[in-house]
Nanobody, 123 residues
Framework: QVQLVESGGGLVQAGASLRLSCLAS????????MGWFRQAPGKEREFVAT????????YYADSMKGRFTISRDNAKNTVYLQMNSLKPEDTAVYYC????????????????WGQGTQVAVSS
């Protein structure tokens, strides 16, 4: 069982940066692939980025490439999402998720989810 707690969201202006963190409970964090998803009001939850268990492989949604960076620190049981050049369309609740299979773009491949952290970007 893994419990995930996101933090780092907030209200920022367009062009600013934020770093989201996701702290995982348990001693098996390093066995899980991790992902970030987001959900804007009235929209479905969408994939943002994913990272494999060792941090050596990452993948991003096209609209996030070059602006967002996913990373992890297994010693701290934490996965990060560095978000730069934020746009109003990045406004959403951001969720981290853990998968006990390989890193994936699919929501259905993730076994555990956090409660989310709100990111709001003003123009």
């Amino acid at each position: 069982q893994v419990q995930l707690v996101e933090s780092g969201g907030g209200l920022v202006q367009a062009g600013a940066s934020l770093r989201l963190s996701c702290l995982a409970s348990g001693r098996t964090f390093g066995r899980y692939a991790m992902g970030w998803f987001r959900q804007a009001p009235g929209k479905e939850r969408e994939f943002v980025a994913t990272i494999n268990w060792s941090g050596t492989s990452v993948y991003y949604a096209d609209s996030m490439k070059g602006r967002f960076t996913i990373s992890r620190d297994n010693a701290k049981n934490t996965v990060y999402l560095q978000m730069n050049s934020l746009k109003p369309e990045d406004t959403a609740v951001y969720y981290c998720a853990a998968s006990n299979s390989n890193y994936s773009l699919r929501r259905s491949d993730y076994n555990y989810w956090g409660q989310g952290t709100q990111v709001a970007v003003s123009s």
